[in-house]
T-cell receptor, first 121, second 112 residues
């Protein structure tokens, strides 16, 4: 089945540095990808929608200058947390909808990456 | 806007007990409904889904029926195992796979 990968799976960085997280669709092309943030023992909160070849769409309250999203190809979206601070520590998860023609589009599900745990010290 | 409500956790059961996790939703139109499972330290995996009223999704012994009249999609399993310990998320999307909304999640712990 369709697979979405993320890299790295975990990262520790110092306050003030920037961290880049990659999200790849491994065997299909994704013109749209989604980025979520999950705090401990809480649900996923949609941060932004990543669109290939155009600007990302951010949810209300998400700082676009802090969470830079680049969707440069049909299989790769990146999330860069700029000038990270301890409050940015979280589990970041990306997802992509299945491609047309896969036979799954009638269910409109999402394929999720395994997540990236970011710890800012 | 659309929303999903789940029963509060954590839920602790003994092995082979019956499981029910309630999920209700508020949505316009005809959403698709999902249950996702998240094992410790991992991302989300689709457990089961239903796309229209009265559809029953099932997988690995879990079942949920899309009830439009009660706007519910309760998750059930007849006999849980220790390996079922995880966090379960009820979710919905609109007809075009957009506007994915998750419930708060229910943590299940199954004791041997």
């Amino acid at each position: 089945g369709a697979v979405v990968s993320q890299h790295p799976s975990w990262v520790i960085c110092k306050s003030g540095t920037s961290v880049k997280i990659e999200c790849r669709s491994l065997d299909f092309q994704a013109t749209t990808m989604f980025w979520y943030r999950q705090f401990p023992k809480q649900s996923l909160m949609l941060m932004a929608t990543s669109n290939e070849g155009s600007k990302a769409t951010y949810e209300q309250g998400v700082e676009k200058d802090k969470f830079l999203i680049n969707h440069a190809s049909l299989t790769l979206s990146t999330l860069t947390v700029t000038s990270a601070h301890p409050e940015d520590s979280s589990f970041y998860i990306c997802s992509a909808p299945p491609p047309a023609g896969r036979g799954l589009t009638d269910s409109y599900e999402q394929y999720f990456g395994p997540g990236t745990r970011l710890t800012v010290t | 806007g659309n929303s999903v409500t789940q029963m509060e956790g954590p839920v602790t059961l003994s092995e082979e007990a019956f499981l029910t996790i309630n999920c209700t939703y508020t949505a316009t139109g005809y959403p698709s409904l999902f249950w996702y499972v998240q094992y410790p330290g991992e991302g989300l995996q689709l457990l089961l889904k239903a796309t229209k009223a009265d559809d029953k999704g099932s997988n690995k012994g879990f079942e949920a029926t899309y009830r439009k009249e009660t706007t519910s999609f309760h998750l059930e399993k007849g006999s849980v195992q220790v390996s079922d310990s995880a966090v379960y998320f009820c979710a919905l999307s609109d007809r075009y796979g957009q506007n994915f909304v998750f419930g708060p999640g229910t943590r299940l712990s199954v004791l041997p």
